[in-house]
């Protein structure tokens, strides 16, 4: 369900049974979302409840209190301390930290603000309300006191703007004192979200008066996250075999590409919609800094990696056991020296980390260390001019890696369906049993473990789904999508387009259907003899290591016998970033390639879309 707005209310109630009570008539009237209470009034250690229901979390104290009313929102505890409760509200593409506190006029204001060390507020969405007894004339006071200038530091450090708007005025009114003890804090990013803040005039039976805002959300900017789905398994499946039913029916009749296209479409977003209903999320946080990883680290890992893959194939191939025995020895005796440099490198690293390391932990030294971190580090420079907005460098280096189709090539196919063996459940159960976890998922958001719990629900329907594609010998269009990121290469020109990686994030029930499709494709091409022995690159159990290995091995036999020996070496420039699809499907008809493999194909390589997006901007290119 979709939600416009996020209604909220806060009160300080001073431990008062009529204040207290009060509030949740208010709430109903005003059709509220969640109330934050500060100082509740207690009845053996208990606030009073709602009469509609809610859920309810607290602080260790008690003395902050969140009800959330809305039934419909999703809402996580996220974490408690003496003198706050934050919950973490799901809207969509959107995380919300809701963070309710009560500081005691008299506690030390660097212990309360201590609690919330290890919480990172640059990297997330936060609504921070409560009652804070801090004096600042930024929100009304006539002066400072030091409680306020420490919270102001802590304010600015954490990237948040006051929302109060002293013009409307005090949010405490007693027979000898006024003041603006009550707050609301919001990450500056979505400050301009907030709507309607102001000071109600109700009557609330306490000092304090009722707060309420609004937060719309429509147009606000979603969180990079990724959902948690290592746990929650169970709540997840049970969500997916309540609503696989209708797909079904639907699969029953998707006899063409169109009906399949939907199909695709609506258990992707059934899918999402589970993953978002039962999974917790996580933000995505800022790199660190410390970093270890070296060019002789590099060298030495790859070194072992190169033994390893030798002694493997020398026991594949039941080899000379002395052979055999000598290659393992080389492993180890390699292995141990990398891991001896890892560790050296590690702490030789920290310790000069923590040498050069001069912060003084205060609240303002973190403000300037923060200040760089940021995502927009694309550093291309069109037309060697280095002032250019982020969006023109861009649209520039989305142009070089993306250009399009050549005009030259006017490449022209009309598939025609050709007949293919059915997978079984086997093919199924040997690709899921495969999938490794924490892999980047694409721009739904969907990993490995999603599918796999999807799989192991109803494994008949993800069979007939995926020979339905085999049978229309097509690869849905919703699976071609792919999000672009672009990786700086070590000691490289930034300012240069080449010296940059691309990496595209595709849909991961794409890259299931890649790997069951290989499945049939390997099968023909080893059947038919079609890939020569020597093909090193792209095969399992093949690798660049071995493809050196095998020249070397011939080269000390050239040189034990005296011989001269002449090696040369072809790299081509940009091998694999463009393909001629006339000269590929040419290829295809070569080899006598069925018409199953090249529909597929064909299907998989057109219409692709490309996708960049930041907090600045958003491009897309049409492959």
Known sequence: MAFNSIRGLQINVNHCEAAHTGVFQVAWDLKLDFIAIQDPYLVKGEPPSANFGCKVFMSQSRKAILYILNKNFNVFFKFNTTNTVVVELHFNNFLLNIFNCYFPPNDDIEDLLNEWGGFNFLNSFNLLIGDFNCRSSSWGYDSDNYRGRKFMEFIASSNLHVCNISEYGPTFQSTINVGFPDLTLISSSIANYVKNWGVLDTETHSYHKYIYFNIEIDNIPETDFYFKSKYSQNKFMKYIKRHLGPLREKLKLANNTVHLNDLFNELTSVVQKGAFKTLKKKPKKLAKKFSFWNEDLRLTRNKVNKLFKIYRKHKAENSNVDLIQSSGNA?????????????????????????????????????????????????????????????????????????????????????????????????????????????????????????????????????????????????????????????????????????????????????????????????????????????????????????????????????????????????????????????????????????????????????????????????????
Not at 499 to 515: D, H
Not at 615 to 621: A, N
Request: net charge positive.
């Open 331 to 623: 492993y180890r005796r390699e292995r141990a020296v990398f891991k001896k440099l890892l560790l050296k490198t590690k702490r030789k690293a920290w310790e000069d980390f923590c040498v050069n390391y001069n912060d003084r932990y205060g609240s303002l030294s973190k403000l300037v260390f923060n200040k760089s971190t940021g995502e927009n580090s694309i550093g291309v420079s069109p037309n060697n001019d280095p002032n250019n907005p982020i969006v023109d460098r861009i649209t520039h280096i989305m142009d070089f890696f993306f250009p399009g189709k050549s005009p030259d090539d006017n490449f022209v196919f009309n598939p025609i369906v050709g007949p293919i063996s059915s997978l079984t459940i086997e093919d199924l159960e040997i690709t899921f049993g495969n999938l490794k976890g924490g892999k980047a998922p694409g721009l739904d958001r969907i990993d490995y473990r999603m599918w796999r719990a999807v799989f192991i629900t109803d494994k008949i329907f993800m069979l007939d789904l995926f020979n339905r594609c085999f049978i229309l010998n097509y690869f849905p269009r919703c699976l071609r999508n792919a999000r672009v990121f672009f990786l700086l290469k070590d000691g490289k020109d930034p300012g240069l387009c080449n010296s940059y990686r691309p990496v595209c994030l595709l849909p991961t029930l794409g890259k299931i259907v890649e790997r069951l499709f290989l499945i049939k494709l390997n099968g023909w091409l080893d059947q038919h003899n079609i890939i020569h022995d020597n093909q090193y690159g792209f095969r399992e159990g093949r690798s660049c290591d071995l493809a050196i290995h095998t020249p070397l091995v011939e080269t000390m036999k050239f040189k034990m016998n005296t011989d001269h020996l002449a090696l040369v070496s072809l790299d081509i420039k940009l091998a694999f970033d463009n393909m001629n699809w006339s000269v590929l499907f040419k290829i295809f008809n070569d080899i006598g390639l069925p018409s199953f493999y090249r529909n597929f194909i064909f299907y998989y390589l057109c219409d692709r879309t490309v996708l960049y997006i930041n907090d600045v901007c958003e491009t897309t290119r049409h492959l």
